[in-house]
């Protein structure tokens, strides 16, 4: 088994998931595992968000940027070229993500206030949309595959936005999560940078955690190498 890490610009387009897609379908004899990190300036934009959020005079330039990582995911979505229902239920799952990202943003607008936990839960959206981007793709070139949420996998101390992993609790819980999906042989694709405690709050690794989050899960599963795609 190997791990197969890809970086935000392997994942910057349709085009680019695509090729993804054919790097994991060639290693399919080394039952790979895929972590993925968000789109190319995705988290930049997060960043962002989560800073205009704490200001309602900023409410417009959250519309915007919201509207833009929308848009880049429904296109690479509909990009991607999948039949049309298998689009229509990408398209569902990724505005979901979204109107719970508007529901926290609200919140902290609400609040005024920007904790570190709300900053992790925002800047999470990256991967958990990225995922489904690549999973769906992966099924449509021929490799069974289902998005995984590394929150249900790796178990963090409590130290939101530069979480540390629990190694022990980590490789308990992630090859409990994975086993049926490796006895249903599906590629899991996995969200790197983020976990969560042992209470279930979701964490975050820190910026360039998903290299981290790469090497976390190889331990986890054993794997015998992992290889990072940037």
Not at 31 to 37: A, D, F, L, N, T
Not at 78 to 92: F, G, I, K
Not at 109 to 117: C, D, K, M, Q
Not at 168 to 191: C, E
């Amino acid at each position: 088994m190997i791990v197969m890490k890809f970086g935000g610009t392997s994942l910057a387009s349709a085009k680019r998931i695509n090729n993804v897609a054919k790097l994991v379908a060639e290693q399919k004899a080394k039952k790979p595992v895929v972590v993925v990190s968000a789109m190319s300036q995705v988290t930049n934009k997060l960043v962002e968000l989560a800073g205009l959020a704490v200001n309602k005079k900023t409410a417009n330039q959250c519309d915007a940027i919201l509207q833009h990582l929308r848009t880049l995911h429904y296109e690479t979505a509909l990009a991607l070229n999948l039949p049309p229902t298998v689009a229509a239920q990408l398209v569902e799952s990724i505005d979901s993500k979204f109107i719970k990202l508007e529901d926290v943003l609200n919140n902290v607008a609400e609040l005024g206030e920007l904790t570190p936990r709300a900053s992790d839960l925002i800047t999470s959206f990256g991967e958990r949309l990225s995922v489904l981007l690549v999973a769906a793709c992966l099924t449509q070139n021929g490799t069974p595959a289902v998005p995984v949420e590394a929150s249900d996998l790796i178990v963090t101390d409590d130290n939101f936005t530069s979480a540390q992993p629990i190694l022990g609790l980590s490789k308990k819980r992630t090859q409990a999560k994975l086993k049926p999906v490796f006895s249903k042989g599906l590629t899991p694709v996995i969200t790197g940078f983020i976990g969560s405690n042992a209470s279930g709050v979701l964490t975050t690794l820190g910026r360039g955690g998903s290299d981290y989050s790469a090497t976390i899960i190889g331990y986890c599963v054993d794997a015998s190498e992992v290889w990072i795609w940037t």
